[in-house]
């Protein structure tokens, strides 16, 4: 069992704070859509782990490491300085957690991790880790045999210039794809959360939007960091992602052509690779392992990438993420 301190009374629950979760009687109140289509919250058994696998201790002299008790903000952060200077003093790790679009490079002293999903690889610091981002496990156990990539999200998410003075982006390469020999399922919303539609209808269309396409397409948001590539895997489905210079949890575990497409966006960039060939040979090498592909991906993020199994991981093979 493991050993956390905390400033208990300055807890601000929110999605980054999963590993404090066994100091809840209940999760978070969260809005409809953040339940699946069991009515079960995104968090899935998270409670009833962190009680069984970790102890909150109120001696932080006790503890294996300590935990800011809520997102991490910035170092100018009080409480931040506070436990900052207090673990560096007692020779402890301080853990910080950031689910955020923000990629802002932050000086940080050698005793403290902080995880967050939007960095750069090329600039990764050496305490930085990448966690996961959490949505509400829609998989009903489906093997799709539709050999199409789907998409269903804003058109507009994510540009910038390429050398050829266009702006390319998520728009770009809908509309390079929807030129493709590959049938596509798209939808298109009109801004961001499906601006003007009811938000559970809109979750319901975006997740069967993924059950009926063995293939997705994959790209950053506003933060270097896809919550679509996590809720791929959730779903049992073969991405195909445009690599921004991104950093994913665990990624030395992670044998990425036998998950799907995994594509340099430089690459294209600089027109070394062509994106719909690199498709049509991944489908053609794997055209009798697809069913099998779309199983082990589900496998991949219950081990890895659901709530629990990044917790798992993280506690047990801190230095690999």
């Known amino acids: 069992m493991y050993k ?40 899935g058994n998270v409670i009833n782990w962190c009680e069984e696998h970790i102890e909150y201790v109120n001696n932080i002299m006790d503890a294996d490491f300590v935990v800011l008790p809520f997102k991490f ?26 689910n955020d679009d923000d990629d802002t490079s932050h000086e940080i002293d050698d005793n403290v991790i902080l995880f967050r999903t939007s960095f750069y690889k090329s600039n990764k610091k050496e305490n930085e880790k990448a ?36 702006f390319k982006g998520r728009a770009w390469y809908i509309n390079y794809l929807n030129k493709c020999k590959v049938p596509n399922s798209f939808i298109i919303r009109k801004g961001f959360w499906a601006q003007g539609l009811d938000k559970s209808i809109a979750r319901k269309q975006y997740f069967e939007n993924m059950e009926n396409n063995i293939f997705m397409f994959c790209i950053r948001g506003a933060g270097n960091f896809s919550y679509r590539f996590y809720e791929i895997l959730m779903m049992g489905r073969i991405p195909i992602f445009i690599d921004t210079d991104c950093v994913l949890p665990y990624e030395k575990l992670i044998k990425k052509a036998e998950v799907g497409i995994f594509i340099n966006e430089s690459d294209i960039i600089s027109n070394k690779i062509n994106l719909e060939q690199e498709i049509l040979r991944y489908i053609e090498n794997n055209k009798n392992k ?24 993280l506690l047990n093979t801190e230095n690999l993420t």
Not at 78 to 94: G, Y
Not at 136 to 141: K, L
């Open 4 to 43: 956390i301190y905390t400033i208990k009374k300055k807890i601000v629950f929110s999605s980054e704070m999963i590993i404090l979760f066994g100091l809840l009687d209940d999760l978070p109140k969260e809005a409809l859509h953040c339940y699946n289509c069991k009515g079960l919250s995104r968090y």
């Open 73 to 98: 903000k910035n170092v100018n952060d009080p409480v931040f300085q506070i436990l900052d200077k207090l673990t560096k003093n007692i020779k402890k790790k301080l853990w910080c957690f950031y």
């Open 131 to 166: 966690m996961i981002a959490i949505s509400p496990d829609y998989y009903r156990g489906k093997i799709s045999d539709n050999i199409s990539i789907g998409y269903c999200g804003y058109y507009t998410a994510y540009n910038r210039r390429f050398p050829d003075g266009i």
């Open 290 to 313: 697809l069913p099998e592909i779309q199983k082990q991906n589900r496998l991949l993020w219950e081990k890895l990438y659901s709530p629990i199994g990044f917790l798992n991981m």
